[in-house]
């Protein structure tokens, strides 16, 4: 939008933190504490001397060119024409919860009682009424408030701890500390807790409880395509029933996510800009000519050709589902990634062992250098689950390289489940960036060294 429009501003400088704001939301809403769709975050909460205190009041920002309005599956997210507020059609809306994965400020908070998706709507009745938002109507200090303005006076790169730069074009103007309030506060270590605590309090958006089924599906997805594509090339075939069985209650397991399973046909329509869309349309496609290539042997190159095209094509498109994430440890790529574990598959049902060592190598070398790097920054790296990841991976090739095919049906299945291990900590460790993670990243910047606070931090 180039016009100018309703847009939030932001003063820093004079946020008390009095959640004046928060409760006006509520209030005018009729949302619950745990559903509130303003939410005031503190940057240094625990007053670290040599750092300063900073309040941000953050909500929906109505962004221009908003991530949760292009990558919403199910086409939920409109706009209002007067006002340019970002709005949920709740009748759409299929609960998967990708807009809070794909939004900067942390907007987008998922309804359990309703199984949807609901935030922050502008206040757009109170708009078309000439009043301003409740929040901007209730800060006592003036810190919040609303205008009409030009885009062009939008925040484009603000310094508030907190606030992502993401591109989005985000519908506020943010007024930066003064100098005189980047002065810090020198008090005394409070009795709290450490900082490294304070991450255990923050709600992450996936892990691999509510997850599991997405862990099941993009594993077996990885293992399709890649004895698919290795039965293409020559080597072993699958069999029909894993493909029809195996396959189509893969698709039905993605659903089981959702919080509104009934609607799950409607994550297909936004395939033009929705890399969710993409992934499932991608996952029938290719369910659909593997099984054509599967149930007649004298099928032409032609489909087996397809199949390995649409199966590497719906790998890599999964792995895009979850770059809005982050591993802390990471440098390159995580050995979970289901186009490399696909290969991996590939290379073992192909019988090709050259290709299977070389690509289990650098599986492990991810592998370890993950561990290892998770280990220095003192975040969790899963003893348990590591050493038997390790001991199946390497159980099942050294049985390859001694015994070959001869035991190749027990060393398949080792290797699958080592490879699932992966791919369930995998999302045991991505982090959807949010203004909270964004703020305590910046303290462990600042506090490289042993800090007041009795604890040593170190930077991703």
Same mark, same amino acid.
């Given at each position: 939008?180039?016009?100018?429009?309703?847009?939030?501003?932001?003063?820093?400088?004079?946020?008390?933190?009095?959640?004046?704001?928060?409760?006006?939301?509520?209030?005018?809403?009729?949302?619950?504490?745990?559903?509130?769709?303003?939410?005031?975050?503190?940057?240094?909460?625990?007053?670290?001397?040599?750092?300063?205190?900073?309040?941000?009041?953050?909500?929906?920002?109505?962004?221009?060119?908003? @991530?949760?309005?292009? +990558?919403?599956?199910?086409?939920?997210?409109?706009?209002?024409?007067?006002?340019?507020?970002?709005?949920?059609? %709740?009748?759409?809306?299929?609960?998967?919860?990708?807009?809070? $994965?794909?939004? /900067?400020?942390?907007?987008?908070?998922?309804?359990?009682?309703?199984?949807?998706?609901?935030?922050?709507?502008?206040?757009?009745?109170?708009?078309?009424?000439?009043?301003? @938002? %409740?929040?901007?109507?209730?800060?006592?200090?003036?810190?919040?408030? $609303?205008?009409?303005?030009?885009?062009?006076?939008?925040?484009?790169?603000?310094?508030?701890?907190?606030?992502?730069?993401?591109?989005?074009? /985000?519908?506020?103007?943010?007024?930066?500390?003064?100098?005189?309030?980047?002065? /810090?506060?020198?008090?005394?270590?409070?009795?709290?807790?450490?900082?490294?605590?304070?991450?255990?309090?923050?709600?992450?958006?996936?892990?691999?409880?509510?997850?599991?089924?997405?862990?099941?599906?993009?594993?077996?997805?990885?293992?399709?395509?890649? $004895?698919?594509?290795?039965?293409?090339?020559?080597?072993?075939?699958?069999?029909?029933?894993?493909?029809?069985?195996?396959?189509?209650?893969?698709?039905?397991?993605?659903?089981?996510?959702?919080?509104?399973?009934?609607?799950?046909?409607?994550?297909?329509?936004?395939?033009?800009?929705?890399?969710?869309?993409?992934?499932?349309?991608?996952?029938?496609?290719?369910?659909?000519?593997?099984?054509?290539?599967?149930?007649?042997?004298?099928?032409?190159?032609?489909?087996?050709?397809?199949?390995?095209?649409?199966?590497?094509?719906?790998?890599?498109?999964?792995?895009?589902?979850?770059?809005?994430?982050?591993?802390?440890?990471?440098?390159? +790529?995580?050995? %979970?990634?289901?186009?490399?574990?696909?290969?991996?598959?590939?290379?073992?049902?192909?019988?090709?062992?050259?290709?299977?060592?070389?690509?289990?190598?650098?599986?492990?070398?991810?592998?370890?250098?993950?561990?290892?790097?998770?280990?220095?920054?003192?975040?969790?790296?899963?003893?348990?689950?590591?050493?038997?990841?390790?001991?199946?991976?390497?159980?099942?090739?050294?049985?390859?390289?001694?015994?070959? %095919?001869?035991?190749?049906?027990?060393?398949?299945?080792?290797?699958?489940?080592?490879?699932?291990?992966?791919?369930?900590?995998?999302?045991?460790?991505?982090?959807?960036?949010? /203004?909270?993670?964004?703020?305590?990243?910046?303290?462990?910047?600042?506090?490289?060294?042993?800090?007041?606070?009795?604890?040593?931090?170190?930077?991703?």
């Amino acid at each position: 939008m180039t016009v100018a429009r309703p847009s939030f501003l932001f003063d820093v400088n004079r946020c008390t933190g009095c959640q004046a704001c928060e409760l006006a939301c509520e209030i005018a809403n009729g949302t619950t504490a745990g559903l509130g769709w303003r939410r005031v975050r503190t940057f240094n909460p625990l007053h670290v001397a040599g750092v300063e205190l900073a309040h941000l009041s953050l909500a929906c920002n109505h962004c221009d060119a908003a @991530p949760c309005k292009e +990558q919403c599956p199910s086409g939920a997210y409109g706009r209002d024409a007067g006002t340019g507020a970002v709005l949920i059609d %709740a009748d759409a809306c299929v609960g998967c919860r990708y807009c809070a $994965w794909v939004c /900067p400020y942390d907007a987008p908070t998922f309804d359990e009682s309703r199984g949807v998706m609901t935030k922050c709507t502008f206040c757009v009745d109170r708009q078309h009424l000439g009043r301003g @938002p %409740a929040c901007t109507e209730s800060c006592p200090t003036g810190a919040l408030s $609303w205008a009409v303005i030009e885009p062009a006076a939008w925040t484009p790169h603000p310094s508030v701890p907190g606030f992502a730069d993401a591109g989005a074009r /985000p519908a506020v103007v943010i007024t930066d500390l003064h100098d005189r309030r980047r002065v /810090p506060e020198c008090t005394h270590p409070p009795a709290m807790p450490p900082w490294r605590t304070l991450w255990s309090r923050l709600t992450p958006h996936i892990g691999v409880v509510h997850e599991w089924p997405l862990v099941l599906f993009t594993w077996l997805l990885a293992l399709l395509v890649g $004895w698919t594509v290795a039965g293409v090339c020559g080597g072993m075939r699958p069999p029909w029933w894993l493909i029809t069985g195996a396959g189509g209650g893969g698709l039905l397991l993605s659903a089981a996510h959702l919080g509104r399973r009934e609607r799950a046909w409607r994550a297909i329509i936004h395939i033009g800009s929705s890399r969710l869309s993409r992934e499932i349309v991608l996952a029938g496609a290719f369910m659909m000519t593997a099984a054509i290539w599967v149930w007649r042997a004298s099928a032409s190159s032609l489909t087996g050709t397809v199949v390995g095209v649409l199966g590497f094509v719906l790998l890599w498109t999964v792995d895009a589902v979850y770059r809005p994430g982050r591993i802390r440890g990471v440098r390159l +790529q995580h050995s %979970a990634a289901v186009l490399e574990t696909g290969l991996f598959f590939g290379a073992l049902f192909a019988l090709h062992w050259p290709l299977l060592w070389l690509i289990a190598a650098g599986k492990i070398g991810l592998y370890l250098d993950r561990k290892r790097r998770r280990t220095s920054l003192g975040l969790s790296t899963r003893p348990a689950a590591t050493m038997l990841r390790c001991g199946l991976l390497g159980g099942g090739l050294g049985v390859l390289a001694v015994q070959g %095919a001869g035991v190749f049906s027990y060393a398949a299945a080792v290797l699958m489940a080592a490879e699932l291990i992966d791919r369930a900590e995998f999302y045991d460790e991505i982090e959807i960036p949010t /203004p909270d993670t964004l703020m305590l990243l910046e303290m462990e910047r600042r506090c490289s060294s042993p800090s007041a606070a009795g604890d040593t931090f170190a930077s991703s």
